[in-house]
């Protein structure tokens, strides 16, 4: 069965806590994206990556941090840097230039 | 730089009318475009996309979207509502520019009244 998943689906976090979301895809894909989304608000940009071993920062990277160290997976942490990180986690895989296929989402909520 | 635009917050239609959600985008070079739904606490879901070709797509669930390279618009449409089609639809642009990065609009939550 070909798909995306994220874990957890809930995360909660402490003040001065670092916390990894994983994000692994079995399409076969080169490129993964994470998304962060805030209630009432469209998508925007934490970071990309088109191939193994390589990412780049999006609109809004700071904060966070990612790794891609296989073709399937594209962990993101959530540093204690990322002053307001409470929102609704996307994680999104495609073959450029074609539609991508998200995850079903991280709620992360700081306590 | 790569912008869509939603004008529309939202849009209110009852359930056998027709269906309208607008967007407009602004990129350098040939246009990606692509419409996104999403229901409550779920990823979104891809609905249509133009790459190149005819300038009426049709895609998932009845909805179709016509690309006007002129008014650089990419509206949603679907003949007759449902109530099952009441969720948030986002549209998105990319360009073979600066790697396929993708920019998605704010979202226009549709709701069909029965």
């Known amino acids: 069965d070909g798909g995306i998943t994220q874990s957890p689906k809930y995360l909660f976090r402490k003040e001065g806590q670092n916390v990894t979301l994983s994000c692994e895809q079995n399409?076969?894909?080169?490129?993964m994206y994470w998304y962060r989304q805030d209630p009432g608000q469209g998508l925007r940009l934490i970071y990309y990556?088109?191939?193994?071993?390589?990412?780049q920062k999006g609109d809004i990277a700071e904060g966070y941090s990612v790794s891609r160290e296989k073709k399937e997976s594209f962990p993101l942490t959530v540093t204690s840097a990322q002053k307001n990180p409470t929102a609704f986690y996307l994680c999104?895989?495609?073959?450029?230039?074609?539609?991508?296929?998200f995850g079903p989402g991280t709620r992360l909520t700081v306590l | 730089a790569q912008s869509v635009a939603q004008p529309e917050d939202q849009v209110n239609v009852a359930e056998g009318n027709p269906l309208t959600v607008k967007c407009t985008y602004s990129v350098s070079g040939n246009p990606y475009l692509f419409w996104y739904v999403q229901y409550p606490n779920r990823g979104l879901q891809f609905l249509l996309k133009y790459i190149t070709g005819d300038n009426l797509v049709k895609g998932s669930y009845g909805f179709e979207a016509e690309f006007n390279k002129s008014q650089t618009s990419f509206h949603l449409k679907k003949p007759s509502a449902l109530v099952s089609d009441s969720a948030l639809y986002f549209c998105a642009v990319s360009a073979n520019t600066g790697g396929f990065k993708t920019i998605f609009g704010a979202g226009t939550r549709l709701f069909v009244k029965a």
């Open positions: 999104a895989s495609s073959t450029p230039p074609n539609e991508q296929f």
């Open positions: 990556s088109q191939i193994v071993n390589d990412f």
């Open positions: 399409l076969n894909h080169d490129a």
